[in-house]
């Protein structure tokens, strides 16, 4: 059964740094795209960071680029986001997703067929 499992939420002060895993089961890696969104109340869906398995490519998000990072490790099938820089504007639920275009399109969420429960991040002193 293909299920993905976030976790490294928490609060964490302006500034500081968070690390957030997907683990992911039921499918090889290779044959998706892993993407990044996050949600806060009455908000959209925002994209945050994508890669597509088998070739390494990445994308990111205008607010993030350059402070957060997309990474694998194919060994324990797990994609990670590593959080820099952290904004109060960047508290919001996390959520990891996956699809089977190999599509990094981070506006549109809804190519994106499989998701993870969520896990909160809190940026505040």
């Known amino acids: 059964q293909l299920q993905l499992v976030e976790s490294g939420g928490g609060l964490v002060q302006p500034g500081g740094s968070l690390r957030l895993s997907c683990a992911i089961s039921g499918f090889s890696l290779d044959r998706y795209a ?3 969104f996050r949600q806060v109340p009455g908000k959209e869906r925002e994209g945050v960071s994508c890669m597509v398995m088998n070739d390494g ?21 797990t994609v990670y986001l590593q959080m ?11 959520y990891c997703a996956a699809n089977q275009f190999r599509l990094c399109v ?9 998701w993870g429960q969520g896990t909160q991040v809190t940026v505040s002193s």
């Open 34 to 36: 892993i993407g990044w």
């Open 57 to 77: 490519s990445r994308n990111y998000g205008d607010s993030v680029k350059g402070r957060f990072t997309i990474s694998r490790d194919n060994a324990k099938n």
């Open 106 to 114: 981070l506006k549109d969420p809804d190519i994106f067929d499989f």
């Open 84 to 94: 820099n820089s952290l904004k109060p504007e960047d508290t919001a639920v996390y």
